[in-house]
């Protein structure tokens, strides 16, 4: 079974820093995906990741996949409030059929 | 625009008894899932399907069913409900297996 492992899971940040959030996982995989859910809400995709080096930017958030390190990055850029949620990755099984989620980042900023 | 819906947002139920959730996709998707979301454990696969009458079984089916008569429909079925299945429901459904899951709201089911 695939094993996903995010970190951190709660991350209070002031606006206007940077920070990373983590996705580690444990068997070879070539596509990934990033998740945000909105308290109360359902989760909403962020970002697909294909290949190895791959590299997705929108406004604050960018991601990033090193499939040899087994490793996905999200980093913020300059935090601003509307960025509280909670985030995933999700990581495909080799077969396709599954996603195996992380245990989430829940993301406070604060003013 | 994709859409998923979930018959209820909020349920409560007693032990014991037999819960039906629904799930209904508008974008003619082939796979369709059900998680379970709880804290600190992120979210688990209970049962997903890849066409009309098929199943497959995910991480955590024990106690749990699954039904799936037309395309657009998909049901988990909780046979006998306990405490323990006390959880924010998901279902999501994609075009094809590895693509974008798109998710419903969510069903919040207590059981008492």
């Known amino acids: 079974e695939l094993k996903v492992e995010q970190n951190p899971l709660f991350l209070s940040m002031q606006e206007g820093k940077n920070y990373t959030i983590y996705c580690n996982y444990s068997t070879t995989s070539d596509r990934l995906y990033w998740y945000r859910q909105d308290p109360g809400k359902s989760l909403e995709s962020l970002f697909v990741?294909?290949?190895?080096?791959a590299v997705k930017q929108e406004g604050r958030l960018m991601a990033s996949l090193d499939t040899k390190a087994r490793l996905s990055t999200l980093h913020i850029t300059a935090a601003v409030h509307d960025l509280s949620a909670t985030y995933f990755c999700a990581v495909v099984s080799n077969t396709g059929n599954q996603f195996y989620f992380g245990t989430g980042t829940s993301l406070t900023v604060i003013p | 625009d994709v859409k998923v819906t979930q018959s209820s947002r909020y349920l409560v139920k007693r032990t014991g008894e037999k819960v039906f959730l629904e799930c209904v996709q508008d974008?003619?998707?082939?796979?369709m899932f059900w998680y379970r979301q709880d804290p600190g454990l992120g979210l688990r696969l209970i049962y997903f399907?890849?066409?009309?009458?098929?199943?497959e079984k995910g991480d955590i089916p024990e106690g749990y069913s699954v039904s799936r008569e037309k395309k657009e429909r998909f049901s988990l079925i909780l046979e006998s409900a306990s405490t323990n299945q006390t959880s924010m429901y998901l279902c999501?459904?994609?075009?094809?297996?590895?693509?974008?899951?798109?998710f419903g709201p969510g069903t919040r089911l207590t059981v008492t």
């Open positions: 399907s890849y066409d009309v009458k098929m199943k």
């Open positions: 974008m003619d998707h082939e796979n």
């Open positions: 990741l294909l290949s190895n080096g």
């Open positions: 999501a459904s994609s075009r094809l297996s590895g693509y974008e899951q798109y």
